[in-house]
């Protein structure tokens, strides 16, 4: 998780990044949608709820996206936890389907 300096720009920049509507972003952060669109709305403004910022890292995992914080003199950001190759043979994996069964060959 972050040091908690995550903000509505930020939150927006992480869905663009992931390709995820804000309809899926709430559901995943286990928000609303006006509760998520007004996160949103406050810009710049820090969150100032720690069960909003825990919500949104939860989503934020969930997406395979990392909240960069400021350093060396750079602002903070948003990048993906793992390549687009990487998404890609995760979510094929993922939708594969089949029978759940015990993984140990007899």
Excluded: H
């Amino acid at each position: 998780m972050t040091n908690g300096k995550i903000t509505g720009r930020m939150i927006a920049a992480a869905r663009a990044l992931a390709g995820v509507s804000q309809a899926d972003f709430a559901f995943s952060a286990g928000l609303s949608l006006p509760e998520l669109q007004l996160l949103e709305a406050s810009g710049s403004a820090r969150l100032s709820e720690e069960s909003d910022r825990i919500a949104v890292c939860k989503a934020l995992d969930y997406f395979g996206v990392v909240i960069i914080d400021e350093e060396d003199g750079m602002g903070a950001g948003v990048r993906l936890k793992f390549s687009r190759t990487d998404v890609r043979q995760l979510t094929r994996l993922e939708s594969e389907g089949g029978a759940v069964g015990a993984d140990d060959a007899p």
